[in-house]
């Protein structure tokens, strides 16, 4: 366990607390998961952003079998409970997350045509690995940071390609136990699917089976090459959560807005950025945060920002999108934890 950790669970406030029903979780699962439990542990480092306060109990888990154990008993006896993973999607309230943190590092991973990888595995690394097997069709991946887990739910994707054509099956708990369900069960759409729909029931990505394509892998790493390049020469350096608010796909809008590039407007979708840009929003800053002077859709940790700051910054983007372009701004970045007044 890394020195940020805080004390062994046994002895710790949120056993104790009954706001926090962990002793049944505890009760359920085996001795590893038992004494690996955590209190307290600070977030913000675990994140992208670098914003976030406490999880009340944290678990980290190292592999399918520990992220099913985990999940299982925690929706069996009703804990409430959130799956970390790169934390690069993530704005994390400064109280913190209440109940259980699964922080997910299972990382197995069998490649082929179909490739079967776990959902705490690294996109990043999954892209390379591939192409040194000479398994192409993630190449547009190559600079999305975070878990194949977090690239599920929020079926990610660049470059007008995503992951949701690649997805065979994949492995979830639900309702307390395993199953292995087909690419419709997750209701794919647009940086979307049934995990990030509000109300949605607790459910936990535990490993995916992917379609992947023989290439040569020079191609593979031309086409990833040249996909970095591009994104080298655009997206900011500081900490940031990636692009804030998703574009807006509307052919209504893209007809009616003065100054947009033809292939947008070819494309009937509106970058968040052109609409942020367009009223003055490049550089606005609130505490610690900022809407970076490169990008009008990315809003950077400037130093010292809180989670607080970083929400200022962005409703103030959506009130002036909105205010000019009768335009509504929906968050592609996922506000997680207590964010309750
Ligand atoms: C610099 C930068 C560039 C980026 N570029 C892109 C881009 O080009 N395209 C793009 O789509 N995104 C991009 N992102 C956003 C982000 O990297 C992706 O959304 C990524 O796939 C999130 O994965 P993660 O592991 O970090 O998820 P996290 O941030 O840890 O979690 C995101 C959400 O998914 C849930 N989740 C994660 N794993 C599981 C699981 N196993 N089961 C159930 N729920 C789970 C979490 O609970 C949370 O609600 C970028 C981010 C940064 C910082």
């Known amino acids: 366990m890394e020195d940020h950790l805080g004390a062994p669970a046994v002895e710790c406030e949120a056993y104790r607390n009954p706001g926090v029903p962990v002793g049944p979780w505890l009760d359920g699962v085996g001795p590893v998961l038992r004494e690996r439990m955590r209190t307290g542990v600070r977030l913000a480092g675990l994140t992208t952003l670098r914003v976030g306060g ?8 190292r592999s399918e079998a520990e992220l099913v154990e985990a999940s299982s008993v925690a929706q069996q006896v009703g804990l409430q409970h959130f799956i ?7 704005c994390i309230s400064d109280r913190g997350i209440r109940g259980l943190v699964i922080y997910n590092r299972a990382r197995e991973c069998s490649l082929g045509e179909t490739t079967s990888v776990a959902s705490g595995h690294g996109t990043i690394p999954l892209v390379l690995k591939a192409a040194e097997a000479g398994l192409g069709g993630l190449e547009f991946a ?15 994707g660049a470059y007008r390609r995503w992951f949701s054509p690649y997805v065979r099956s994949v492995r979830v708990v ?20 049934r995990l990030r729909r509000p109300g949605a029931e607790p459910a936990c990505l535990i490993g995916a089976d992917l379609h992947l394509s023989p290439r040569p892998r020079a191609e593979i790493l031309a086409e990833a090459c040249e996909y970095q390049h591009n994104r080298i020469h655009r997206q900011p350096w500081e900490p940031s959560a990636g692009s804030f608010f998703k574009n807006v796909e509307s052919r209504e809008i893209a007809d009616r807005l003065d100054g947009l590039p033809e292939r947008f407007r070819t494309a ?9 840009d367009a009223c003055g929003c490049r550089g ?9 002077p490169r990008h ?7 130093g010292d920002a809180t989670a607080g700051d970083v929400r200022a910054v962005a409703e103030e983007i959506k009130r002036r999108v909105l205010d000019r372009f009768g335009v509504q701004l929906e968050e592609e970045v996922i506000y997680a934890g207590d964010w309750s007044d």
């Open 142 to 156: 190559i600079g999305i940071p975070g878990s194949v887990g977090g690239a599920l739910v929020s079926n990610a």
């Open 296 to 302: 009008g859709n990315f809003i950077v940790n400037a």
């Open 54 to 61: 406490p999880a009340d109990a944290f678990i980290e888990v």
């Open 84 to 90: 970390l993973a790169g934390g690069s999607n993530l």
């Open 174 to 193: 639900t309702d307390g136990s395993l199953r292995t369900v087909g690419p419709d069960w997750m209701e794919f759409a647009y940086r979307n699917s």
């Open 268 to 276: 009937g979708v509106v970058p968040a950025g052109f609409l942020s």
């Open 284 to 292: 606005l800053r609130h505490g610690g945060a900022q809407i970076s």
